[in-house]
């Protein structure tokens, strides 16, 4: 461990372990969360603020997905360039929640410093997508007016509209016992769908595949339903792979990564799967986002109910 490392992003202190895989582990409070970088100088580290403000978001976004050190690639620091900002509404959000990440979490007494070199500050800045402390001081002074916050100088505490809205966007989530599968369904897949929805049912929720559900409506239709009635959705990306010889050609799924999406901005937490044999088939568009890659049904099953389990806790139905 080097305990007067530089964060590879910011250049702050932070701590570096060295990984067994070849990755450096980096603990810096500037990034938000720990993340790993490729080992030998495999990716450069982006020299545009802008991008390195988008790559701390991302890592961050990760980190509420469940990853808990996020790899950075040279294809993550490509996807960071197309990245879009974050909006006012979720830098709000997350000013929140970042206030309530605290130790002891979010009290009444809880004075909050704002403006300062610390963990909170750092936090704050890589959190709401910010470069300058005094960013998160003007962010503060407007939630004041909105009756969210108290400002004593640069210090502020959280008022009972601020609680209110704190239990509002922690709580969110579709209150739904529902697990949308989009994935291909072909018979050599199965035992695969099978494994979903076993893992879907030992996290304690229930499985929707549409092909299982009888309807007179429009397919389409009814996916659209399902998915805005679900509590998440699992996000299979196996295909079929043409072997050309010198690179094997992934026919991916365009259905699964629209059932997806339309997932995705509605706010609907997303697992994505995928074989083993076809990881280098995922499409650009997801290959930055954490995947479960899978060797066998039992293997799918036992990762994918932990997975869930570990992000969105264990649901109502789950066996004793």
């Given at each position: 461990m080097l305990n007067d490392a530089r964060c590879w992003i910011w250049d702050t202190p932070c701590q570096v372990l060295g990984q067994a895989d070849g990755t450096s582990l980096i603990k810096s409070p500037r990034a938000g969360t720990d993340y790993r970088i490729e080992g030998g100088g495999k990716v450069q580290c982006p020299t545009d603020i802008r991008d390195k403000l988008k790559l701390?978001?991302?890592?961050?976004?990760?980190?509420?997905?469940?990853?808990?050190?996020?790899?950075?690639?040279?294809?993550?620091?490509?996807?960071?360039?197309?990245r879009r900002w974050l909006t006012f509404a979720e830098k709000k959000e997350r000013f929140?929640?970042?206030?309530?990440?605290?130790?002891n979490g979010a009290r009444p007494s809880q004075i909050y410093p704002l403006g300062q070199d610390d963990d909170l500050g750092h936090r704050l800045l890589a959190w709401t997508e910010y470069r300058d402390q005094r960013d998160i001081v003007v962010l503060s002074k407007l939630f004041e007016r909105q009756g969210l916050v108290d400002m004593q100088g640069v210090h502020t505490s959280i008022l009972a509209g601020g609680f209110e809205y704190l239990d509002a966007i922690q709580t969110k989530v579709i209150a739904s016992r529902q697990g949308f599968i989009a994935m291909w369904f072909d018979p050599s897949m199965d035992r695969a769908c099978e494994a979903i929805e076993a893992a879907i049912s030992l996290?304690?929720?229930?499985?929707?595949?549409?092909?299982?559900?009888?309807?007179?409506?429009?397919?389409?239709?009814?996916?659209?339903?399902?998915?805005?009635?679900?509590?998440?959705?699992?996000?299979?990306?196996?295909?079929?792979?043409?072997?050309?010889?010198?690179?094997?050609?992934?026919?991916?799924?365009?259905?699964?990564?629209?059932?997806?999406?339309?997932?995705?901005?509605?706010?609907?937490?997303?697992?994505?799967?995928?074989?083993?044999?076809?990881?280098?088939?995922?499409?650009?568009?997801?290959?930055?986002?954490?995947?479960?890659?899978?060797?066998?049904?039992?293997?799918?099953?036992?990762?994918?109910?932990?997975?869930?389990s570990a992000v969105i806790g264990d649901g109502p139905l789950r066996p004793n």
């Open positions: 701390t978001s991302w890592l961050v976004e990760q980190r509420f997905a469940g990853e808990a050190a996020p790899l950075v690639t040279q294809e993550i620091l490509d996807y960071i360039q197309t929140f929640l970042a206030l309530a990440a605290v130790p996290a304690g929720y229930s499985p929707m595949q549409i092909g299982k559900k009888p309807h007179v409506n429009d397919i389409n239709d009814e996916i659209i339903a399902e998915i805005r009635r679900s509590r998440f959705l699992v996000a299979d990306a196996t295909c079929v792979v043409h072997d050309l010889g010198e690179a094997k050609v992934g026919i991916v799924r365009g259905g699964v990564y629209y059932e997806a999406g339309f997932a995705r901005g509605l706010g609907i937490p997303v697992f994505w799967t995928c074989r083993e044999d076809c990881e280098r088939t995922v499409h650009f568009d997801t290959n930055h986002i954490s995947h479960i890659f899978w060797a066998d049904e039992a293997d799918l099953q036992q990762k994918l109910a932990a997975k869930i």
